[in-house]
């Protein structure tokens, strides 16, 4: 058997080294990190921010939650199909679809608003208190996306669990 | 239009609070800040900040000339919006409209020759801040004027 050397892109380093230029804005996201997850289930708040990250092209926060959805228990098939959910429905509970609608709709708001339907299937699944924290937990993976693709944060090196 | 009454965590309005100031504070041009965040709002569609930042705008000295053409800023001109505020407004797109793909190297390069590394994380943190403002009400549809909690 002989081995292959694949040779791959050149990694490149990131932009901005953002969060060590501005320690008062890290802190901030950190602190608003933690006050939207309060009161969510982990592996739900992992899918959304996994589907966002997918929207919004943030390679870096691809990497992190897929990690850290792997490490919390998740199935790699449930990763695996959740950029294609709406075709994949039987992979995932009611609940977690109208989170995952509701997601798409937050973060693409450029296309339009949020839909009453899509608000209020996600209303009829997640309490208002719940609620309030999932529209926070989507604002806030919408905020990680944008610090992610603008500074161009280098993908590939994180470990599970370094950031929870 | 059906009202939603989805009231915000405390914590989570706070914490956005600190977000917002500490991104305007580190940017240190206050009419510059109001520019970037009404065009962000404008892209969202979100009423609420797009009343809210106009007013501010204007207590800024920001002219009405300067409101009324900031949705179409690219045509108006370099005596409307000098270089430095057109490479902030064309960051602001960039990072606003990441569905589209990416912020292109020359839309960043372009940011990074007028404003220096801390003043660019700065800029970076106040459009990404008010992307979140703009989550935040539209998801409730907070109509102008609020209340936004």
């Known amino acids: 058997m002989t081995t292959e050397t694949v040779s791959y892109a050149t990694e490149a380093a990131p932009r901005l080294e953002w969060a060590k230029l501005v320690p008062d804005v890290y802190k901030a996201m950190i602190r608003l990190d933690t006050a939207a997850k309060q009161g969510l289930d982990h592996k739900l708040y992992e899918l959304v921010k996994i589907r966002a990250s997918q929207i919004n092209h943030c390679a870096l926060c691809i990497d992190m939650h897929s990690k850290d959805a792997l490490a919390a228990g998740e199935s790699v098939e449930r990763i695996i199909q959740l950029s294609a959910w709406e075709e994949s429905r039987h992979f995932y509970t009611e609940r977690e679809l109208a989170a995952l609608e509701l997601t798409e709709a937050v973060t693409v708001l450029t296309d339009g608003f949020v839909a009453d339907e899509v608000y209020e299937k996600a209303a009829k699944h997640f309490e208002e208190a719940e609620l309030a924290q999932l529209i926070a937990a989507i604002t806030v993976i919408n905020a990680w996306n944008r610090f992610g693709v603008t500074c161009r944060m280098t993908p590939g090196h994180y470990q599970p669990g370094a950031h929870k | ?149």
């Open chain 2, 1 to 149: 239009m059906t009202a939603r009454t989805t009231r915000l965590a405390p914590e989570v309005r706070t914490a956005m609070q600190s977000l917002s100031a500490a991104a305007k504070r580190g940017l240190g041009d206050p009419a510059l800040a109001e520019l970037v965040q009404i065009r962000a709002s404008q892209l969202n569609r979100c009423a609420f900040c797009l009343d809210m930042h106009v007013a501010i705008a204007r207590k800024e000295g920001v002219s009405e000339r300067r409101l009324d053409l900031l949705a179409v800023w690219q045509e108006a001109g370099d005596e409307v919006y000098d270089e430095r505020e057109r490479a902030a407004l064309a960051l602001t797109e960039a990072v606003t409209v990441l569905t589209d793909g990416f912020v292109p190297d020359e839309v960043y390069e372009t940011a990074a020759k007028h404003f220096d590394e801390a003043e660019l994380a700065h800029l970076i943190a106040l459009i990404t801040a008010i992307n979140g403002w703009n989550r935040l009400m539209v998801a409730r549809r907070i109509p102008p004027g609020g209340p936004a909690w």
